[in-house]
């Protein structure tokens, strides 16, 4: 049915990086749309960045431009998010999931899998 899992969380003091994976398994989504989405305590799940299927588009939600990169790796079954400049209003769980599609989209209900999440923290 396709599993989604991601890694790389943690605590870090603002103006810090990391590095999200999400590693998916039981089908293959390469060619599926992929997308972040984090959500912070007491708020709702917002979108954060998207990528097609083959890692050419990517979108990013405003407060992010700039700062945070997605990518893929098609052969390693992977998504990145690489953050940084990391601010504490950063801190989030963090989700990947995969677009019922090739293309992407900020509405987290065009998304059929979704990883556990993990959690970010930035300190100040």
């Known amino acids: 049915q396709g599993q989604l899992v991601e890694s790389g969380g943690g605590l870090v003091q603002a103006g810090g990086s990391l590095r999200l994976s999400c590693v998916t398994s039981?089908?293959?989504?390469?060619?599926?749309?992929m997308g972040w989405f984090r959500q912070a305590p007491g708020k709702e799940r917002k979108f954060v960045a998207a990528?097609?299927?083959?890692?050419?588009?990517?979108y990013y939600e405003n407060s992010v431009k700039g700062r945070f990169t997605i990518s893929r790796d098609n052969a390693r079954s992977t998504l990145y998010l690489q953050m940084s400049s990391l601010k504490p209003e950063d801190t989030a769980v963090y989700y990947c999931?995969?677009?019922?599609?090739?293309?992407?989209?900020?509405?987290?209900?065009?998304?059929?899998?979704w990883g556990q999440g993990t959690q970010v923290t930035v300190s100040s």
């Open positions: 990528i097609n299927w083959s890692g050419d588009d990517t």
């Open positions: 999931a995969a677009h019922y599609q090739v293309g992407w989209s900020t509405i987290s209900t065009e998304y059929g899998w």
């Open positions: 039981g089908r293959t989504f390469s060619s599926n749309g």
